[in-house]
């Protein structure tokens, strides 16, 4: 990249790292060149430095990498959704409620779901759980016996009997069947406990979805009844006197939903089978589109697999008005909506930040290249070409260095090289790729073969985190995460680079950057590291299954978190209320099954028998097992960096 400041400006910054595009206004660059959160969603209101709270986080001696919450967005997201549910159904005239309540699998943090829960409190937004762990956290923290609680995923006696203990605590917990074979058990658990269950419905519908998940949809869902199987369980309610403990009607196809058009007929299919459930005597009174709502991630607002082509209001459009339009039609009631978005009401709010502490150059002078008396035709030879190569031979240049370059390999294999000229030859090698590449940008006509270097010559930047540990998604379904600098923003960044972690995995890396002009991109802008600064990257739209999904690769284990709330009467427009210290050596070794202490003993008797040897001097023995010993009670990432 070339270094014309001229060139750059505040909107091309935004353009370049999309921030404008993915970050729904939440996001922002200020005056400064700093990356800032807008938790109003405007600039003219408080605006978090994330600058200032890196600074104060180090003021505190918290150790990056770290997650940071910023609490307000969070709160906004539950309030947008359940403020355009709202709107559309006064628009619409429409003869029901929005009942929404959060999948807490998509975040089980508890700082998470009491954030929700208490945001959502005047909207009476309950929670979803799809598990027997998650439906006792559920039935903790909802207390709001006017919200709902809804039960999902497959379901033994004793998950039953959890969600009846909240029913008999006057609470609203719907179980949802997801196989017949549950009916009959519920039914059964609830006559021993002498409590009316309320009972939900899932269809398995024949309208599918697209993108990541899209084959989780349709016939062969993993969940729900098919249609035959809804007329049987009606029935089976009605030989029972229980028809009208039927309470809820659900339907899901799938994540990251990207094209409204899918969810479109989804809607118009679940409505109709709603409506004959109706007709059928079943007193349904609430109709739940379960999740799905997409994230943006990638920027382009479009039905790829890492966007969507719609909005929140969009999609709340939809399920109002299609669901209206055909129980008028079909002359049935108009159901309460429930709606289980997870993802879309959590991603943006939280994101990991970490300390970049190095680079991997391909086209750095690692050595001397000059010329050396008895050196071989080859180093001379692509010294020559690094030394005559200008704009207008560059590509054949560039095609004669890679012979010589294939020419130097066979000569190393067969003895005729020495190490040493291998490694002039390969060092020129890159310095010519780099120019060819460099003359190519303003080459109207440059071949693909040269535009193929932009990501090949692209630095490594070494970056104090773990890819599995904090971006789980990227490696394992190639979500792609919006990769942004803190700081210096309003300075052109001069170079390209990828991002590689501190594991021992070659898999531990981001290669996939948002890109204004080509959709998606190998390499991102950056800027060069100055001597002695610290600098820093966030990786954003991390606050959905990144936290939950994390895992112990290398034994990393979490990280430190802080949680920020805005305060627009503090100098700083923020403050940090609490602070979670992520793991430590000896938390992850104890959850794979080790005891520091027992370790930590064995370490002692080493290191005496090595003074008892005269190997280590006693002073000496006392300060490595002190060290030992602090080490395991230390952060598990990188502290201290050259």
């Not at 997870?342 to 690692?366: D, P, W």
């Not at 991002?499 to 060069?528: P, R």
């Amino acid at each position: 990249m070339t270094n014309n400041t001229s060139e750059w400006n505040l909107e091309k910054a935004n353009d370049t790292y999309m921030i404008n595009r993915w970050g729904l206004n939440y996001y922002s660059i200020n005056e400064r060149g700093n990356l800032s959160v807008c938790p109003e969603r405007t600039t003219t209101g408080p605006q978090i430095d994330i600058s200032e709270v890196i600074e104060e986080m180090k003021s505190k001696n918290i150790a990056f990498p770290a997650v940071i919450r910023f609490q307000d967005i969070l709160r906004s997201q539950v309030k947008l959704i359940n403020k355009y549910f709202k709107q559309s159904i006064e628009e619409a005239n429409y003869r029901g409620t929005y009942f929404g309540v959060y999948p807490i699998k998509v975040n089980q943090m508890r700082e998470v779901v009491e954030e929700i829960v208490d945001a959502g409190a005047p909207f009476n937004y309950g929670l979803e759980a799809g598990s027997k762990t998650e439906l006792m956290a559920v039935l903790a923290q909802n207390e709001n016996k006017q919200s709902l609680n809804v039960c999902n995923g497959y379901k033994d006696k004793e998950f039953m009997k959890l969600a009846l203990l909240g029913v008999k605590l006057g609470r609203k917990v719907i179980v949802v069947i997801e196989k017949f074979s549950e009916l009959p058990l519920l039914l059964q658990t609830a006559e021993e406990m002498n409590v009316e269950p309320m009972i939900g419905f899932r269809a398995k519908l024949l309208s599918k979805s697209t993108g990541k998940w899209a084959g989780s949809s349709g016939e062969k869902a993993k969940f729900g009844l098919n249609s035959s199987e809804l007329i049987k369980g009606i029935n089976f309610l009605k030989e029972k006197n229980k028809l009208q403990c039927l309470k809820l009607f659900h339907f899901h196809i799938g994540s990251q939903i990207p094209d409204i058009i899918t969810i479109k007929a989804a809607l118009t299919e679940a409505a109709r089978t709603y409506a004959n459930l109706r007709k059928m005597g079943a007193p349904i009174e609430y109709f739940d589109v379960g999740g799905g709502v997409g994230v943006d991630y990638d920027g382009t607002r479009t039905n790829s697999q890492s966007s969507i082509n719609y909005t929140f209001k969009d999609y709340a459009d939809d399920v109002v008005y299609i669901l209206k339009d055909i129980c008028n039609n079909e002359e049935v009631d108009h159901p309460h909506i429930v709606s289980e978005s997870g993802r879309a009401v959590t991603a943006h709010h939280s994101c990991v930040v970490t300390n970049v502490f190095g680079k991997i150059s391909l086209t750095k002078n690692e050595i001397n290249t000059d010329k050396k008396t008895g050196e071989h035709s080859l180093v001379k030879q692509m010294r020559d070409i690094s030394e005559e190569i200008h704009e207008k031979n560059y590509q054949e240049y560039f095609l004669d260095a890679i012979s010589k370059k294939e020419e130097c390999f066979s000569a190393f294999n067969l003895g005729v090289i020495d190490l040493e000229e291998r490694g002039k030859i390969e060092t020129l090698y890159w310095q010519i790729a780099d120019k060819a590449y460099q003359f190519g940008l303003r080459d109207p006509y440059v071949p693909d073969q040269i535009l193929d270097l932009k990501n090949f010559l692209a630095d490594q930047y070494l970056c104090n985190l773990s890819v599995f540990q904090s971006a789980p998604d990227t490696w394992a379904i190639d979500q792609v995460l919006p990769v942004v600098p803190i700081k210096r923003l309003l300075e052109k960044p001069t170079k390209l680079c990828s991002i590689v972690d501190i594991t021992c995995d070659s898999d531990g890396k981001l290669s996939k950057f948002l890109n204004d002009e080509a959709g998606l991109s190998n390499s991102m802008a950056i800027h060069e590291i100055h001597e002695k600064e610290d600098y820093y990257i966030g990786l954003f739209l991390t606050g959905a299954y990144q936290d939950v999904m994390g895992d112990m690769h290398n034994l990393f284990g979490r990280l430190n978190e802080v949680h920020v709330y805005c305060d627009d009467d503090d100098p700083s427009d923020f403050y940090i209320e609490e602070v979670i210290l992520g793991n430590s050596p000896s938390d992850v070794l104890t959850t794979m099954q080790y005891t520091p202490s027992t370790m930590a003993a064995k370490v002692k008797a080493q290191i005496d028998d090595q003074i008892k040897r005269g190997k280590i001097r006693p002073r000496e023995g006392v300060e490595l097992t002190d060290f030992y010993e602090a080490a395991m009670k230390g952060y598990t990432y990188l502290t201290q960096l050259s």
